[in-house]
């Protein structure tokens, strides 16, 4: 489903070149649960950036379902962001001004939905993290746990092909953690591919496939389930 | 609609919606003090003239004027030229003037021989007072004494300008007369006839050919004058409302009233200076706009501009989650033209709720006329259109700046 050849990612500053990502190949198949872990500064979450396509890569190749990014214009790239992936930030990453739903709504309705059925499948995926109760509420009405749990909402509500999550409990408590994974592994269950950034090895090791980056190369990968 | 217009639309209302009240107020506070800056500086300043041609129109000319041609003292066959307007069905009301230069003296009974004359040039005018009152109604200015009855018998009011009190103006070869009050004689000089009269009562107003005259009772006036053609020198021909001043002129030019007379709308009577003074004043007020147009524009712009720059983050998720740069941007438009409406709006019911019945109410006192505030609805909403105009490009620019920006960049803060 989503691959990558060579994959190399470097960042300047003037004339120095900072090399982040030393040549990647990753393959991820639909329906699977892959966890990237990492000591700060390894490249974990540049590499999330590349296959989500928020970001270019400067060199190598990525292929998603077929489709070399490379050849994407960004119109192209914005419609499969909107289309075909899902995003949970570490810090949420909701907008202040909209309630729980119109948070959830409003890539539905960029999908062209009409209002009643974006609200209507806004609410189906916020009732699934059980937050149908919270539907009106603001981000700053809701506590870090219920807020991650409307943005992943957000994620899932038009059924995306991956679902991207970039260190979705590092700003939770420990019980608030364990509701966003039990969400995520019940997502798997159901067949959602997921790609999640984590520090934490305890959530990683929940994720069907283990990658260790370190100084922008896979460094190890390990199967946890079937 | 457009899908990126639909979701600018959803994500402005809820932006505004939910946006602090200060800070609303204040950008709204902004543009209500642009829209006041745009029409209020430009209609005082045309207010001002146009108290003046006001006062002109009602005080002198009224709608149409018809006057003596220009190497003439008097209007020849005025008795047919005023049966003519007297089958104008838009005529409401006219008064016919006769008119001749001439003096007036006050100090006659008590200067010695060789003291100099206390004189003044005056235009001496015979009117009948009711149908003077009718049209122009200058007996509302009288300020000391009485208007002239159609019976008074050697008396006169005089214009304030010929008095003293009244002009304390020392310009050389210009004089005014001294000590003279309601109730004093002074002397007229007419072509050679000099008649006492007694002063009955004094004008004042701020158009100088009212103020500048000396009135008496026609009949009489025309024994001074010696005039016994019934030819007078002046008619101010007042319209029904609605009625159509160039169309009047037009008519009786079409009728041949022009051989004998000019014939003139108000505004054809004007003087040059007055017209070349309200169109500099008008460019002035334009210049003023202008530059409030500039300040708002430019508020318009940091106020977008620090919004966008603080917002860069959700702006960056909202791309990354799919959101079209486009109906971000659009978003920014709405806001933008919901503070340049409210800010009109509100302005508008400041201006013609308040100002413009204040004004009319309480003119502004100035030497050469009554101020007031001009505000045609039509410019007025050009001037609304060129502020919402100008307040969208002024928020479009800043928000595309920042949605133009790399959409990771913006997501993680970098620069």
């Given amino acids: 489903m989503i691959e990558t050849k060579k994959l190399e990612r470097s960042f300047k500053n003037g004339d120095v070149e900072t090399l982040v990502l030393k040549g990647i190949d990753f393959k991820a198949d639909s329906g699977e649960f892959v966890a990237i872990m990492g000591r700060s500064g390894a490249g974990k979450s540049t590499f999330l950036y590349q296959i989500s396509l928020l970001d270019e890569p400067t060199g190598g190749a990525i292929t998603i379902d077929g489709h070399d990014t490379h050849r994407m214009s960004e119109d192209e790239r914005m419609k499969f962001r909107l289309n075909k992936f899902g995003y949970v930030f570490q810090d949420y990453a909701l907008l202040p001004e909209l309630t729980a739903l119109e948070n959830v709504a409003l890539p539905l309705l960029m999908q062209n939905k009409s209002r009643k059925q974006a609200y209507a499948e806004a609410q ?38 991956v679902l991207f999550a970039d260190e979705p409990t590092a700003n939770l408590d420990n019980e608030s953690s364990k509701t966003i994974m039990d969400i995520f592994v019940e997502l798997h269950q159901e067949g959602q591919t997921i790609i999640m950034v984590t520090h934490e090895e305890e959530y990683a090791k929940l994720a069907g496939r283990l990658i260790r980056l370190d100084d922008g190369r896979i460094i190890s990968e390990t199967s946890h389930r079937g | 609609m457009p899908l990126n217009v639909r979701i ?29 800056n745009l029409v209020v500086v430009s209609g005082i300043l045309v207010g001002l003239l146009e108290g003046a041609v006001v006062a002109v129109r009602t005080q002198y000319t009224s709608d149409v004027i018809v006057s003596s041609l220009n190497d003439k003292k008097y209007i020849e066959n005025s008795p047919n030229l005023i049966s003519l307007i007297n089958t104008l069905p838009e005529v409401s009301a006219y008064t016919a003037r006769y008119r001749e230069g001439g003096t007036v003296e006050a100090n006659y009974k008590t200067r010695k021989e060789t003291d100099k004359p206390n004189t003044a040039n005056a235009v001496l005018v015979g009117i009948n007072p009711a149908k003077e009152k009718a049209v122009t109604g200058i007996d509302s200015s009288i300020v000391e004494g009485s208007f002239l009855s159609p019976d008074d018998y050697d008396k006169v009011v005089i214009g304030g300008y010929l008095l003293k009190q009244y002009f304390p103006v020392e310009t050389p070869g210009f004089t005014t007369l001294e000590n003279v009050g309601v109730g004093t004689k002074i002397r007229m000089s007419v072509g050679g006839v000099v008649r006492e009269v007694t002063v009955k009562g004094i004008l004042k107003s701020k158009v100088d050919e009212v103020s500048m005259r000396v009135y008496m009772v026609d009949s009489q006036f025309r024994s001074l004058i010696g005039r016994s053609d019934g030819n007078v020198a002046e008619l101010a021909l007042k319209l029904k409302p609605g009625a159509d001043p160039v169309a009047v002129r037009d008519e009786l030019l079409s009728r041949g009233a022009g051989i004998n007379a000019k014939v003139q709308t108000y505004d054809d009577a004007q003087p040059k200076f007055l017209k070349d003074i309200i169109a500099t004043f008008n460019m002035l007020g334009t210049a003023f706009s202008s530059i409030g147009l500039v300040v708002a524009s430019i508020t318009i712009f940091i106020v977008v501009f620090i919004n966008a720059i603080t917002r860069r983050k959700f702006i960056g998720i909202l791309k990354g989650i799919g959101i079209h740069g486009r109906a971000i941007e659009i978003s920014y438009v709405f806001q933008s033209v919901f503070y340049a409406l409210v800010g009109s709006g509100l302005g508008l019911v400041l201006v013609y709720a308040f100002l413009v019945p204040f004004f009319d109410a309480h003119p502004i006192d100035f030497p050469f006329s009554d101020g007031i505030l001009v505000a045609p609805l039509g410019s007025t909403f050009f001037r609304v259109g060129l502020l919402v105009v100008t307040t969208v490009i002024a928020g479009f620019i800043p928000a595309r700046m920042i949605i133009r920006k790399n959409t990771l960049d913006s997501i993680l803060g970098r620069n």
């Avoid at chain 1, 995926?125 to 957000?154: C, K, T």
């Fill in chain 1, 124 to 161: 189906e995926a916020l009732d699934r993290v059980a937050l149908g109760h919270r539907l009106h509420n603001l981000p700053s009405q809701l506590s870090g746990g219920e807020q991650q749990r409307v943005s992943i909402s957000r994620a899932i509500a038009h059924k995306p092909a």
């Fill in chain 2, 8 to 36: 600018g639309f959803f994500l402005a209302v809820r932006a505004l919606r939910r946006a602090s009240l200060w800070t609303t107020g204040l950008i709204i506070g902004v543009m209500v003090l642009t829209f006041l």
